[in-house]
């Protein structure tokens, strides 16, 4: 069977590049932090849709005007759609209104799309929750590799997982992206992806390996890799079909969800060709490692 | 060779006939109708209210279709929107604050189709536009308020027993009682002893310091899980009354997690007004009758809340409001007729105890205050006549009883009628009451063009995704590529009919939950259809399509079951439109594993499976 692409070649080269991002993603997350969205900032957010463009600034004037200096006026979308948010005020669950009646003074003419309200210890509850259940994840699927592969796959898909997380979180970090519970959802969604594929590809090496038993693991590993290769390929462009779909017609409220997942879906991709098998590699995945275990007192049937 | 068995075939048009029709409702459009309830909570609707509003209609020749009670409510149905707005005027000007009329678009499921279960998919609040709350209870502040009454009543024990108390207090959720003799120190912690058992167990953690002659005692974990159950239970009842009169066509009342509130108001287009009736406090007053000796500015006239007819003068000092009202039940006096027993917290017993200590003989009065809106018809600057609702406050006598003893945290209203009577009353009493108090910790608003918004780009991303995927699918695959993209479509309709039938909630993040996972669903197809190429190089093309399907069966499992744990993790954790999202995928995972190897099999089957086939195409 002939190996059109050596990936194994280029495994070093891969290495670094991920370490390199995975370096740059944690400085950026040290440093930098996540722009949290409302759902974990706490805070009080107002959607306005106004009938002709308005003056962000004078926006952002009356409400430093009327004690709000912790908030943000932007545009959603279109140049009509206002967005503003107000940092929490020790859970005042009543700003939205205020806000809302002080552009009413104000002269706003047009629709109130929508008001969102998260109190301080219900941010920082869904903080923890979300850590925490990313934590769990990644600990119940290495129990699940572990359990049907063997640990060095498992070791190599949970590295892979926590690389493909660390750097998504680095890229939202580094550009500033709102990181909210829909963005989360998204990288649970991606861990799910990436292992998805990340389990085709050590489906095969394993295969491969219970088989071709004259084999190098390097080259049995390129092997491997070139088999799933076409399935990978076009996995990931139909789903990336869908998900720019979803980024281009889903609107506002679903953009950071599917960037998010868009990325994902890359860095997945990648992550399941080279650190996978890149892990493998390094740990020295060795035929004994995949025998089938013979089952016990085997031997003493023939004794007579 | 490649041949299903004829069960095989059973099971695929069984599960198939299944999905698509709970899916089927989906497909029926929803009618214009108003739900029709008195605005009394109590009173449920009746033939009456029906006639009434058949008459009304009748009169005014507005087209309606059906008109029939449901659920307390009585439900008419329209053929088009402004019949709907039309009549909703019209019965709101005709019976006015009598009833509360809601506006609802009411699915036009089939009856044979409702009688098998089948209803179209619940709308998220992102979708359907309306009000999201979430409300915590303060437990502490109830746990405080059992204990200030638990203090007074050690108190007045510990006097009647002559106990020596040098001091006694509340330190940190803590009674702290402080004796000056070994002796009353003895005696009160045997009192405390016989006191903590209840029924679920312990009631109390009793902390004993002889040497300072010092007994601290707190609630136990099980007394404290009941005073919070309590607490919760009882502001829940409250909530549910104050939502009913907001007239909101399906609202949701849940308790989440220990100690908060889901309130749900689809269709609500003003959360301030909802706001509002939601968290309002004392909605009772206790008021001394007045008597000859009142003077006029100080006496008020009220109604009977039961009969329009009688009135009666109070005074206008409110002893007790509402909020001090812990509990009210029923129960039988001493020759057997029905009483309410009330209990106030400590600071109420002490305010009714000053008010009643010099006035035993006089009548105690009862108000039920009621946020209420009236609507009238004007004539606008236009020249046409609207509705205008305006808010106003209500007060009626509900109880209006003779004091015969200084009152204190817990007394009881006597001659109060027929048991049922004293229920409503009890009712009534508890209603105005929350158990504890309680903040708006979490809101989401979302306009009902947003709504609208939200499922027009949802629907478009689904067909835009489903259109490129099917195309590609085509081409790469060809026939084995339109076998895949039937399963997709079979698939969607599985996800539809699923969530249809588990009552499962579709949210903004749950559409997008189903566009990946048409995105992901071809995937097994995808890993098939590669294997199979694969064997087709040594394999002829009934085996290589055997093998194809039978070793990538344990890939796609692996894959999906792992998928499968994120989903499941990520409905535990998520809230709303996250838990949505979950739904979607996790359903959508296990329907594409049955369409792509069940569906897309018995396709390839039906094509290949007898023919004998030199060459194939993938």
Redesign the interface.
């Known amino acids: 069977m002939d190996i059109r692409f050596q990936f194994m070649k280029y495994r070093k080269i891969a290495g670094l590049i991920s370490i390199f991002l995975f370096s740059i993603s944690i400085l950026s997350l040290t440093f930098r932090g996540l722009s949290l969205g409302l759902d974990f900032s706490g805070g009080t957010l107002i959607?306005v849709?106004y009938e002709s463009p308005v003056e962000l600034e004078s926006i952002r004037n009356t409400l430093i005007d009327n004690g709000y200096e912790d908030s943000q006026v932007v545009n959603f979308g279109t140049n009509l759609d206002v967005l503003i948010k107000v940092a929490d005020q020790n859970?005042n669950?009543?700003i939205?209104?205020s806000v809302y009646s002080l552009l009413t003074e104000q002269g706003f003419k047009g629709?109130?799309?929508?008001?969102?309200?998260?109190?301080p210890?219900?941010g920082a509850e869904?903080r923890d929750?979300?850590g925490?259940?990313m934590l769990?994840?990644l600990f119940?699927?290495l129990m699940?590799?572990a359990f049907?592969f063997q640990y060095k796959f498992a070791l190599g898909a949970v590295t892979a997982l926590g690389h493909d997380v660390v750097i998504i979180l680095g890229l939202f970090s580094i550009f500033g992206w709102d990181f909210d519970?829909?963005v989360?959802?998204a990288l649970?969604?991606v861990?799910?992806?990436s292992?998805?594929?990340t389990?085709?590809v050590s489906?095969?090496i394993r295969e491969n390996f219970r088989t071709q038993r004259e084999m190098q693991p390097k080259n049995m590993i390129d092997l491997s890799l070139n088999?799933?290769l076409?399935?990978t390929v076009?996995?990931s462009?139909?789903?990336?079909?869908?998900?720019f779909?979803?980024f281009?017609?889903?609107?506002e409220?679903?953009k950071g969800?599917?960037l998010a997942?868009i990325l994902g879906v890359l860095v997945g991709t990648y992550s399941s060709i080279y650190v996978v098998a890149n892990m493998l590699m390094s740990l020295t995945l060795t035929q004994d490692d995949l025998a089938i275990p013979e089952p016990e007192g085997a031997d003493f049937e023939e004794l007579p | 060779m490649n041949k299903f068995s004829i069960t095989q075939y059973l099971l695929i048009f069984f599960v198939l006939a299944l999905g698509f029709t709970y899916a089927l409702p989906n497909l029926y459009p929803t009618q214009p109708s108003i739900q029709v309830a008195y605005t009394d909570s109590g009173k449920s609707a009746d033939q009456v209210l029906l006639n009434d509003l058949k008459q009304i209609l009748n009169d005014t020749q507005v087209d309606y279709e059906d008109l029939f009670l449901r659920d307390n409510k009585i439900v008419v149905k329209f053929s088009s929107l402004d019949n709907q707005l039309e009549s909703k005027t019209i019965l709101q000007n005709a019976l006015l604050d009598k009833v509360i009329i809601a506006l609802n678009l009411e699915p036009t499921t089939p009856a044979w189709l409702k009688d098998i279960g089948g209803k179209p998919v619940k709308l998220g609040l992102d979708l359907s536009g309306g009000v999201h709350f979430l409300l915590e209870v303060d437990i502490e502040t109830a746990q405080q308020g059992r204990l200030e009454l638990l203090l007074d009543s050690y108190r007045k024990t510990f006097k009647e027993e002559r106990l020596k108390v040098e001091s006694s207090s509340i330190n940190d959720l803590k009674l702290n009682f402080i004796f000056n003799d070994r002796d009353s120190y003895n005696k009160a912690l045997s009192k405390y002893r016989l006191d903590s058992p209840g029924v679920s167990g312990l009631q109390y953690i009793i902390t004993e310091r002889p040497s300072a002659n010092t007994l601290l005692l707190e609630y136990s974990d099980v007394a404290l899980r009941e005073i919070r159950d309590y607490a919760v239970g009882q502001n829940l009842i409250t909530l549910r009354n104050r939502v009913n009169e907001l007239g909101v066509s399906e609202p949701i009342v849940q308790r989440q997690g220990s100690n908060r509130i889901v309130v749900q108001l689809p269709g609500v287009q003003d959360p301030t007004a909802a706001k509002k009736i939601i968290g309002k406090t004392a909605n009772l007053e206790f008021r001394l009758e007045a008597n000859s000796r009142t003077s006029p500015l100080r006496k008020e006239k009220f109604n009977f809340k039961d009969n329009d007819y009688s009135t009666a003068f109070l005074e206008k000092a409110v002893v007790v409001s509402g909020d001090r009202v812990t509990n009210a039940n029923t129960g039988f006096d001493e020759s057997g007729l029905s009483q309410v027993n009330i209990t106030l917290d400590m600071q109420g017993g002490r305010a009714m105890q000053k008010a009643t200590s010099g006035n035993i003989g006089r009548r105690l009065g009862v108000l039920f205050v009621e946020q209420k809106n009236k609507s009238e018809l004007v004539i606008d600057e236009n020249g046409n006549s609207v509705i205008e609702q305006t808010s106003y406050i209500e007060k009626n006598i509900i109880s209006l009883a003779t004091v015969q003893a200084v009152l204190g945290t817990s007394f009881r209203i006597t001659g109060v009628g027929s048991p049922q009577e004293a229920s409503e009353l009890a009712l009534l009493l508890r209603a105005g009451a929350l158990a504890a108090p309680m903040k708006f910790v979490e809101e989401r608003t979302v306009g009902p063009s947003l709504g609208k918004e939200n499922i027009e780009l949802g629907m478009k991303s689904i067909m835009m995704g489903l259109a490129m995927v099917v195309i590609f699918m085509t081409i790469y695959y060809r026939v084995f590529g339109i076998a895949a993209n039937i399963s997709l479509l079979i698939n969607l309709v599985l996800i539809t009919g699923i969530m249809s039938l588990l009552g499962a909630t579709l949210t903004l993040p749950g559409i997008a939950g189903i566009v990946l996972t048409v995105g992901m669903a071809v995937d097994a197809n995808v890993l098939i259809f590669a294997r199979i190429r694969e064997e087709l190089k040594e394999k002829d093309p009934q085996t290589a399509i055997r093998d194809g399907f039978s070793r990538a069966f344990i890939t796609i499992f692996d894959a999906n079951v792992t998928t499968l744990i994120a989903a499941l993790i990520l409905y535990v954790i998520g809230t709303g439109p996250v838990k949505g999202f979950a739904i979607t995928l996790s359903i959508g995972i296990v329907t594409s594993m049955f369409t792509a190897i069940m569906c897309t099999r018995a396709m390839v089957n039906l094509i290949y499976g007898n023919k004998n086939i030199k060459e194939l195409k993938i």
């Open positions: 959607e849709a859970g669950s009543s939205g209104e629709e109130l799309k929508r008001v969102e309200f998260v109190g210890q219900v869904l929750q979300g925490l259940g769990v994840a119940m699927i699940y590799v049907r519970l829909t989360l959802a649970l969604a861990i799910g992806y292992l998805n594929d389990i085709v489906d095969r088999q799933t076409g399935r076009v996995t462009l139909t789903t990336l079909l869908v998900l779909a979803l281009i017609f889903g609107g409220m679903i969800f599917s997942l």
